[in-house]
């Protein structure tokens, strides 16, 4: 029960179809992440998705800087954590922090 | 992540064996351990992180690593493909079980009423289970109310380490079956590891509230919570 659905059997089954994809994974979080280390999202140049990486939150910030990962092919390991509670700023409202990592399948 | 890579995870997968993708940050170089040779160092943190079932950072000398292992879903094997059958299925497969269903009435275990998410066995339940083999991330839940059906599923769960077993019927169902139970051999205290009768007691009368109070009964017992 480590997630609800298999993120990887999804982006597999995507790939097969002839779209790109990029994997997000939470690889560290602080107080109160909704999500915890291990959590993926994956993410197509038509801009589908599945599973998640927070509550939420993130996932649009996450899913624009997938599509960058996917043209450039370069990972990129981004941080993520609360500045300010206005709600138009990319954080996470309940305080946590987080450190998450995205990669081309490629 | 490389497609080679991300084959050699399913393959695992269905397999059902445990492994643990080591991926090096930032610049995401992977390797799948235990298939690919690693310093020892990474390879005592890829064990752990197994034993725990916890993925995490790990810092060896100059290098930062992430640490996830690729663990095995739990399954649930269900006896009797019921109406109650039915109903668990789906929600079963919602919160990440890998399902098998084990009839042996042909009428019973079919696609059609099965339509997916569920692995249709029809042998005998306690060839079955035997075949399956239940380990610690195995539940397994009788629902025919037929004591030649259940009673075989039951003596193999109870000599497996299944982490739940539940078993549909009355209590005084229940208590004849604790009866059978005892003259095959079991002892009172592997018996008390049947949750009869099966489920949460949330007042379920239809077949998915009675789905419902089995499933949330499976995920706290996973969880750890006495329920």
């Known amino acids: 029960m480590s997630g609800t659905e298999d993120i990887l059997e999804t982006a597999r089954a995507w790939r097969a179809e002839g779209e790109s994809v990029a994997l997000a994974t939470v690889v560290e979080t602080w107080g109160s992440s909704p999500r915890p280390a291990g959590s993926r999202l994956a993410v197509t140049g038509t801009g589908r998705l599945a599973g998640s990486v927070s509550g939420g939150c993130i996932e649009g910030a996450v899913a624009d800087i997938a599509q960058q990962v996917m043209k450039d092919g370069r990972p990129q390991l981004l941080d993520f954590g609360i500045s300010d509670e206005r709600a138009w700023e990319v954080g996470l409202a309940c305080g946590g922090k987080l450190k998450v990592f995205v990669e081309p399948l490629a | ?227």
């Open chain 2, 1 to 227: 992540m490389t497609p080679e890579t991300l084959e050699a995870l399913a393959s695992a997968r269905a397999a059902r064996r445990p492994v643990a993708l080591l991926t090096r940050l930032p610049d995401g170089a992977q390797v799948l351990y235990p298939d690919q040779p690693v310093p020892p160092a990474l390879a005592e943190a890829a064990e752990a992180a197994l034993r725990d079932d916890r993925a995490g950072p790990v810092t060896l000398g100059e290098e930062s690593w992430f640490i996830h292992p690729q663990a095995p879903p739990p399954r649930l094997i269900v006896v009797g493909a019921v109406h109650v059958a039915q109903a668990l299925v789906p929600m079963a497969v919602a919160v990440g079980l890998a399902v098998t269903v084990v009839d042996p009435r042909r009428a019973f275990a079919t696609e059609e009423r099965f339509a997916e998410g569920a692995t249709l066995v029809d042998e005998w339940p306690d060839d079955a289970l035997t075949a399956l083999r239940p380990d610690s991330r195995t539940a397994i839940v009788t629902l025919t109310h037929d004591p030649k059906l259940d009673d075989p599923a039951l003596d193999v769960a109870l000599r497996s380490e299944a982490f739940y077993i539940g078993a549909l019927g009355s209590r005084r169902t229940h208590a004849k079956r604790v009866e059978r139970l005892t003259e095959a051999g079991h002892g009172a205290e592997a018996i008390a590891r049947i949750r009869a009768p099966v489920g949460l007691d949330i007042g379920a009368v239809t077949a998915p509230e009675i789905a419902l109070s089995v499933i949330a009964q499976v995920v706290a017992a996973r969880r750890g919570k006495p329920a």
